[in-house]
């Protein structure tokens, strides 16, 4: 089959293009040496092996990446990189069982645990891979537009697959998407009494007896231009109901007013 | 008297007023003991008496029964005079076995503790918001997802310190914030209160 042989052949660019990618992130990002601490490897060799396990991961990775690039067609680069993804998927089960807070420290400098897209993109990996070893050719000639296309899309899926890669273009889509057209911009304006409530604290009326409350906010209710607002208190003469008055549509805290009713048993409770 | 007229009541006390200070000596005199009383008789290190933290895992005739994470075991009263903040201030009967808890109040000599004020399923936490839907937002709290649910009419956002507002519209995703929310027990799902972000 044309169409199988065609995409065979162009896996092997795809799976060494991200292999490559993801050596830089090993050996030559500045960050390198932090991400690998925070990785689930830290937790497999211990803190003072992880830079130089990660390095000789990256170098793993980037002799297989150019190899597989690299003109002579060789089955065996294709299955030594599905043997990677193999362990890379071990690597994940490991990390997902017993470092659930460590980062992957696979594609990018983000901290990302390892979730479902992680082992997606490692088995996404293995099957491009296992394509791999059946190409006949280094580059598929015969139609360069769709190849090229496919290998775009590829990389596009791995892309989807990296929580590492979100903030370059799935968080900027998103800020995009609520720039346009904001989904809670739609609330009717209301005073919250959260807002009320740090007005509250800032009048003197509060000052003046907020050594005695004794309780959180207990109730509140509107009147007029007014937001009433009762807390419980305890006064040297008994159990009383502090009651507040504050501006409900203005910043006024001069113009609070309070009230201590004293707690009449059985009357008021 | 039921709420309506409670409310009505407490209306008129303090709006038939014009007073705006109260002095100590209009509700009373200053007794000694108020004076004396030790807010502060914890010793450093020592678990504070005073305080509960812990899940409902049994309500039995208006006690409450707490198992704190350490799993010590507490009952706590309600009374007309206790706050109860479950989402909004809220009354005794919201309280559901299950759910988070933090009380503060007075210990009593049975053991008990006599609370002032109870918060149930409050948390506080700092996140990046990852993605906004209608009615929801997607958080990430150190690698963790939450999600938080708007509340119209509850849910209010301070930007940059100024005094909280219902309006939502200038939260933008990728933002840090801090939320304080009545968590949803047992998901990984808050209703949110109150959100602090930077506009």
């Known amino acids: ?269 | 008297m039921d709420i309506l007229g409670r409310r009505r009541f407490l209306s008129s006390a303090v709006l038939g007023t014009t007073a705006t200070m109260v002095t100590a000596t209009t509700i009373g005199s200053v007794a000694p003991e108020a004076v004396a009383d030790p807010k502060l008789d914890v010793e450093a290190g020592a678990p504070d008496p005073n305080f509960v933290e812990g899940r409902i895992t049994g309500i039995a005739g208006g006690l409450l029964i707490v198992t704190g994470s350490d799993r010590t075991l507490n009952q706590i009263h309600l009374t007309k005079a206790t706050s109860v903040w479950k989402l909004h201030p809220t009354t005794a009967d919201a309280a559901k076995v299950g759910d988070g808890l933090y009380a503060r109040g007075v210990r009593m000599p049975d053991g008990t503790l006599a609370a002032d004020a109870v918060w149930l399923n409050i948390v506080n936490i700092q996140v990046h918001i990852t993605s906004i839907g209608r009615n929801v937002m997607h958080l990430d709290h150190h690698g963790d997802r939450i999600v938080g649910h708007v509340v119209t009419g509850t849910t209010a956002a301070v930007y940059n310190n100024t005094p909280a507002v219902s309006d939502l519209s200038l939260l933008e995703v990728g933002r840090h914030a801090q939320v304080i929310g009545a968590w949803r027990p047992d998901t990984n799902e808050v209703d949110v209160a109150t959100v602090y972000s930077a506009a």
């Open chain 1, 1 to 269: 089959m044309a169409i199988v042989e065609w995409f065979a052949s162009t896996q092997q660019a795809v799976v060494g293009g991200v292999l490559l990618w993801a050596s830089w992130f090993k050996l030559v990002h500045r960050n390198a040496s932090a991400n690998a601490r925070r990785s689930v490897l830290a937790r497999i060799v211990g803190t003072e092996r992880v830079g130089a396990a990660y390095r000789a991961v990256g170098v793993v990775e980037a002799l297989l990446g150019l190899m597989l690039l690299a003109p002579p067609v060789l089955a065996v680069e294709a299955y030594a990189a599905a043997a990677l993804s193999v362990g890379m998927l071990g690597y994940l089960a490991y990390g997902k069982r017993k470092a659930p807070d460590s980062s992957c420290g696979c594609l990018g400098e983000k901290h990302a645990p390892v979730r479902v897209r992680g082992f997606l993109r490692a088995g996404l990996l293995l099957v491009l891979s296992v394509f791999a070893a059946t190409a006949t050719e280094w580059w598929p000639v015969n139609s360069p537009f769709a190849t090229v296309g496919l290998v775009i899309v590829e990389l596009a899926l791995v892309v989807a697959l990296s929580p590492e890669l979100d903030r370059r273009w799935l968080l900027p889509l998103r800020r995009w998407r609520v720039r346009r057209s904001h989904p809670l911009a739609t609330h009717a304006v209301a005073v919250p009494v959260e807002s009320t409530v740090r007005q509250l604290w800032t009048s003197a009326a509060y000052r003046s007896v907020v050594e005695q409350l004794s309780s959180d906010l207990l109730d509140h209710w509107d009147e007029g231009e007014w937001r009433l607002l009762t807390y419980a208190a305890r006064t040297p003469s008994g159990q009383a109901t502090a009651v507040f008055a504050v501006p409900r549509l203005a910043y006024e805290p001069d113009r609070v007013r309070v009230a201590l009713v004293p707690e009449e048993k059985g009357v008021l409770v």
